[in-house]
């Protein structure tokens, strides 16, 4: 019977979980179909697979734009741009796939949900943290473009790397975008996908109920994350052979990648929570934001098809201002988080410097943490809100591209698609940033996990740079 449902709900696009009819208390689904006059055989009105799909498409992707050789790679290219751009039916799921300990359902991403892509769901505005006024489409396409032709995904001469700038972008600008700016905002209007008719003519979900379950999906949780710790999402997604029994909730011996595995926004909202599980600081990311998804979409079974009241929807309203928040933070605690390592990798490279450690470990570190810190930085910046003077101060302090041991930084991009290279900070001005960015992510929007915090610098570095004259006024 289980296998059954997977095979159901692979073939319908309706998200499969137990066999019994209607949610548990903190299971995401089965919801009864609520449509009135529906003349289908689901039995169940929750779908996201196109979601979990372009999850898999974000996986893959990072996984691939690392295989370049540091040569112009034309079929590298083409099949980065594949799984960004194209919508062929053959693509392999390169990521997440089984592992000994950890099998997994699916291989192909049509077995989730064909025809998808990312770009199409790409954060349509300018970029401003990034030359040239790209949007966030073209930004990722020019990072493709950069890959492919990168050793391993690294350009040690500018300071990215490119699996993780694209990864952590994407985050952004395909997935918190999508939720907070599109399926939680104005889908949740009285005259748009109205709850007493189908999403679509003869499908089994209104359209309300379609909407939200959309952005559930694009949070990237198990359907039963409520039932587990942070640690075991987590490990989940991580495809640990420990956490097997956790994900596979149907008791198949596989995990599901449509409801029961992580991916990277639920991954890093449970590492923060993980991270200080238990402490004075305790963070619920995970939970909450899972909680008002839930309850959200219960208040829209619970209205049985008919359209919502003015107070229904004020109290949805509600429920999505909670993600919104709780996943900015989520996005302002990654940045605090790699600030902090950039900012530690720095120590490392200034130790080369004074003849000490390896020169070729400590730089590939510190692009490494730096690329992931800016790929979040902009990320951050594609939500509904305009972070203005917030946004202008992030950009300014960590730049279009890490500051090099040599005092050079990128500083533009020409028309050729070239980087442009001129007189950075020094790289202890550059510390100081680092420790400017995470006091901005606390004074803006009041991180509390803090994880690689090193605030308690800030004074002394400041003190030191300032008495020789070179630091930065911001």
Excluded: C
Excluded at 337 to 350: I, M, N, P, R, W
Aim: hydrophobic share 40%; glycine share 10%.
């Amino acid at each position: 019977m289980k296998n059954l449902l997977k095979s159901a709900a692979m073939a319908t696009g309706v998200v499969a979980f137990a066999a019994s009819a209607q949610a548990d208390g903190h299971l995401y689904g089965p919801f009864l179909v609520t449509v009135k006059g529906y003349q289908g055989d689901a039995k169940n009105s929750v779908s996201y697979t196109g979601q979990i799909a372009r999850h898999v498409l974000h996986d893959s992707l990072k996984a691939l734009s690392g295989g370049g050789n540091g040569k112009p790679n034309p079929d590298l290219k083409a099949r980065l741009t594949s799984y960004f751009s194209g919508k062929e039916d053959g693509r392999a799921i390169v990521a997440p796939a089984s592992k000994e300990g950890f099998p997994i359902l699916q291989t192909t991403v049509k077995q989730i949900s064909g025809k998808k892509n990312l770009s199409g769901k790409t954060y349509g505005g300018a970029v401003s943290g990034w030359p040239n006024n790209m949007t966030g489409a073209e930004v990722i396409a020019f990072w493709i473009d950069k890959a492919a032709a990168a050793d391993g995904g690294y350009d040690m001469r500018h300071g990215y790397e490119y699996p993780q700038l694209i990864s952590k972008f994407i985050m952004g600008a395909v997935f918190y975008n999508q939720v907070v700016d599109n399926y939680l905002d104005e889908n949740l209007d009285a005259d748009k996908k109205p709850n007493d008719q189908p999403y679509s003519k003869g499908a089994p979900y209104t359209g309300k109920e379609h909407s939200w379950d959309e952005a559930f999906g694009y949070f990237g949780a198990p359907a039963h994350a409520l039932e587990l710790t942070p640690q075991q999402v987590y490990d989940i997604a991580k495809r640990s052979p420990k956490a097997l029994e956790a994900a596979d909730r149907n008791g198949d011996g596989k995990v599901d990648l449509i409801s029961e595995m992580t991916f990277g926004p639920a991954y890093y909202a449970a590492s923060f929570d993980a991270s200080v599980y238990g402490s004075s600081n305790e963070t619920r990311y995970l939970h909450r934001i899972v909680k008002a998804f839930l309850d959200g979409r219960k208040l829209l079974a619970d209205a049985d098809g008919a359209k919502l009241t003015d107070a229904q929807r004020t109290t949805l309203k509600g429920h999505a201002a909670t993600i919104e928040k709780a996943w900015q933070a989520v996005l302002a605690e990654a940045v605090f988080k790699y600030a902090g390592s950039a900012y530690k990798d720095l120590q490392a490279v200034q130790s080369v410097l004074d003849g000490k450690g390896d020169a070729s470990k400590a730089t590939r570190s510190y692009v490494h943490h730096w690329s992931e810190l800016k790929g979040f930085s902009l990320a951050l910046q594609t939500g509904r809100a305009n972070l203005d003077e917030t946004a202008v101060k992030l950009n300014r302090l960590i730049g279009y591209g890490p500051a090099l041991a040599n005092q050079s930084q990128v500083i533009g991009v020409n028309r050729d698609g070239a980087y442009l290279k001129g007189e950075g900070p020094t790289l202890g001005e550059y510390m100081l940033h680092m420790l400017k960015v995470q006091q901005l992510m606390v004074d803006a929007f009041g991180v509390q996990a803090r994880v690689n915090d090193k605030l308690a610098d800030i004074k002394g570095l400041a003190g030191k740079i300032n008495a020789g004259g070179s630091a930065e006024n911001d």
